[in-house]
């Protein structure tokens, strides 16, 4: 299949309500959509970068550059055999995984339409129902902790997973524990404690926690795998996994007994599911971790979320626990029982809603621009004969 242009846009898409985590808060997402027009149709993927370089290096701003001057030129005008090619055009630039993943998962997309079939088929998903958990931000008080918590078990939701930092951790964990003695109930830190916590992080150990997810730096396996050998409680890395050889490192070092997989993070669904098939063998449960999606890449988690290893709760949920609207129809909706239907329509089983994504767009470039090449005829060159 040969990729003739990129669509790229940037929308603009206010929370229903701010998200806070350790490293700050979200009232809005700035999200760019590609859409990949090939020479059978189309397919869509979504940058899961934040709006800042908080969760990971990589941001809304820099993924447009990313997008624009390097990936573009390197996979438009080409034809390619399988998602693994696409993804192995672009192994030239270093990092940047959340860019490369809008384009790789953007083009399974296009493949699995190409083909009429869900785009969890082409990927060997088998699960046609997801179990779905929930990731409540931090609050002010515990009050409030405790009423979002209710509602959302009243809506089916199967885990409930607190975000922490210092000065928000025991006492609120305690709190929610006592409240709800037999719920299953998991932390993320996102990277906010050092080792120097571990005694305070040990306490964790007394709420029957699945796990603790992220503890500590963003890119540091090796102290992870010194904190799990004092805690009983497994820990779960998120930020830490940016690939196979990451969760190879992180399981052989015992760094951690259960891993995030995060589309994004790993550059896209080949890599995610190397991930998902090296974690079966080892026997580590792995979940699929959200990044605030709109429809289309809550659409890619989904169907990601289909395969074998995906045996936790992921923090998958329904559209309309983030957006007044979402980008897609239908929208993601929960079952009472806390599931989600795999879609079966052909590809991501989702329409992108054309209209409304226009009106929510900020900024709109196809790629290669069709009059002037300008800066792209100066990208294009200097990716692939770099000058230093
Ligand atoms: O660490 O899982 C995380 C949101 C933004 C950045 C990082 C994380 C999160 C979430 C929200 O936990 C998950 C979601 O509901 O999309
Ligand atoms: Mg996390």
Redesign the pocket.
């Known amino acids: 299949m040969k990729i003739q242009s990129i669509h790229a846009r940037e929308i603009a898409l206010r929370l229903r309500k701010p998200?806070e985590?350790s490293f700050g808060v979200t009232q809005a997402r700035r999200i760019l959509l590609v859409e990949l027009k090939t020479n059978h149709g189309s397919g869509w993927g979504e940058v899961t970068a934040?709006e800042g370089p908080f969760?990971n290096p990589e941001n809304t701003d820099t993924a447009w550059l990313m997008l624009r001057n390097y990936l573009a030129p390197l996979v438009t005008g080409k034809d390619f055999a399988d998602a693994g090619q696409v993804l192995h055009a672009m192994a030239p630039i270093r990092g940047h995984e959340m860019a490369k993943a809008a384009i790789e998962s953007a083009f399974w997309d296009a493949l699995a339409r190409e083909q009429g079939v869900p785009l969890h088929q082409v990927l060997g998903g088998s699960r046609t129902e997801l179990a779905c958990g929930?990731?409540l931000g931090i609050e002010t008080d515990i009050h409030s902790l405790l009423e979002k918590i209710a509602q959302e078990l009243e809506a089916g939701y199967q885990r409930i997973?607190l975000?922490i930092k210092p000065g928000k951790d025991l006492a609120v964990v305690a709190a929610v524990r006592k409240h709800y003695p037999h719920i299953a109930l998991t932390v993320?830190a996102?990277s906010a404690y050092t080792l120097d916590d571990a005694e305070l992080l040990k306490q964790l150990d007394d709420f029957d926690l699945t796990y603790i997810?992220?503890p500590l730096e963003w890119n540091e396996i090796f102290q992870h795998a010194a904190l799990q050998r004092q805690l009983k409680t497994p820990i779960c890395l998120?930020e830490c996994i940016h690939g196979l050889r990451d969760a190879q490192a992180a399981i052989a070092l015992g760094a951690c007994r259960v891993i995030?997989i995060k589309l994004g993070r790993v550059s896209g669904h080949g890599e995610a599911r190397r991930i998902q098939q090296y974690c079966l063998q080892q026997g580590i449960p792995v979940w699929c971790?959200?990044?605030?999606?709109s429809g289309i890449g809550r659409a890619h988690n989904i169907a990601m979320s289909s395969l074998p290893g995906f045996v936790l709760p992921g923090?998958v949920?329904a559209s309309k626990r983030y957006w007044p609207e979402d980008v897609i129809e239908p929208e993601v909706t929960i079952k009472p029982q806390g599931t989600i239907r795999v879609p079966q329509g052909p590809g991501i089983g989702f329409s992108p809603r054309l209209d409304y994504i226009e009106r929510l767009t900020a900024r709109k470039e196809e790629w290669p621009q069709r009059a002037g090449a300008g800066s792209y005829a100066v990208a294009r060159s200097s990716v692939e004969n770099p000058v230093t």
């Open positions: 998200f985590t934040g969760y929930v990731s997973k975000k993320d996102n997810e992220q998120d995030n971790g959200g990044m605030l999606e923090d949920s």
